[in-house]
């Protein structure tokens, strides 16, 4: 059985969860998630946790199990706490910077990079540690954002340059060996 699955999804104070059948309702200070899970999960609450179990051992539900239940501890954080993503800038002159609601990127384009926000996702950036935070209640949601914004400039490999998540090591290659060699 998936050890991950068996794990009951504890609910803090303030989040309410609804289930009808394979159907789940969460909502919390920060908002509001539902989501609709197989039929072949099912899925109940017993002494304020939520419990995940599958009808048989099929490998199609044992593959659904653990990630049901990840699914649904996900939303009950989400609701709660929330997610953040923080993306760095490295570069001379690269930068970015908040208009109203969108992220405005100059990254060594000719022209400044726009990045409007989606439903549920909001942005914060810092201009002296170069430092983007995507911050919302849908975990899949601000990883897929994080991603958008770094694809606007990767970081290259042999300066460095570019978009990164913190902490995300980026292998660095050699440059040219030069005319002394020969």
Known sequence: MSRIGRMPVSIPDGVQVNIKGSFVKVKGKKGEMQRQFSHLMEIGMEDEQVIVKRKSDHPT?????????????????????????????????????????????????????????????????????????????????VGKVASEIRKVRPPEPYHGKGIRYLGEYVRRKAGKAGKGML
């Open 61 to 141: 539900e044992r593959a659904l199990h653990g990630t049901t239940r990840a699914l649904i501890a996900n939303m009950v954080q989400g609701v709660s706490a929330g997610f953040e993503k923080t993306l760095e800038i490295q570069g001379v002159g690269y930068r970015a910077e908040i208009k109203g609601k969108n992220l405005v990127l100059n990254v060594g384009y000719s022209h400044p990079v726009e990045i409007e926000p989606v439903d549920g996702i909001s942005f914060e950036a810092d201009s002296k540690t170069k430092q983007i935070k995507v911050m919302g209640i849908d975990k899949e949601v």
